[in-house]
């Protein structure tokens, strides 16, 4: 599982890989007291360790340390778009509005890039 969790006083974004929602909870926890400000899960996707690797390697210009990440269009939009489990909206973490037009091109530029990448992970498993 690939989980993105958001820190709107900062207005970062740690993007994770997980196996399990338990651990994701852990996460959460022990974010939660030793990080000086607020932290929510935003979105889950399906995803392993790769799938992580390629969205740290998507948004690096992002990149603010480790795996946290500087919140941008792309990144909001990402989330807002792609991701099947979101609760930012519902929450009022991010307002984002996207226009019909805007939501198309950001699908078909983001799904060419990730053809690529799984091209490229297929390719590396058959070499």
């Not at 993105?4 to 338990?22: C, M, N, W």
């Not at 740290?56 to 946290?68: P, Q, Y």
């Not at 990440?69 to 939009?77: E, G, P, R, V």
């Amino acid at each position: 599982m690939i989980y993105f969790l958001y820190a709107p006083e900062l207005d970062r974004v740690k993007i994770g890989h997980t196996r399990s929602e338990q651990t994701i909870k852990k996460r959460i926890s022990t974010l939660k007291t030793s990080c000086p400000c607020s932290v929510f899960l935003i979105a889950v996707f399906k995803g392993d360790a790769s799938r992580e690797s390629f969205l740290h390697k998507r948004f690096t210009e992002n990149r603010v340390h480790g795996e946290w990440f500087q919140m941008s269009k792309d990144l909001s939009y990402y989330i807002h778009i792609l991701s099947p489990y979101k609760n930012f909206l519902n929450e009022g973490f991010l307002k984002v509005e996207i226009s019909q037009k805007e939501k198309k091109e950001f699908i078909e530029r983001e799904g060419d890039k990730q053809r690529a990448w799984d091209k490229a992970q297929i390719e590396k498993v058959l070499k």
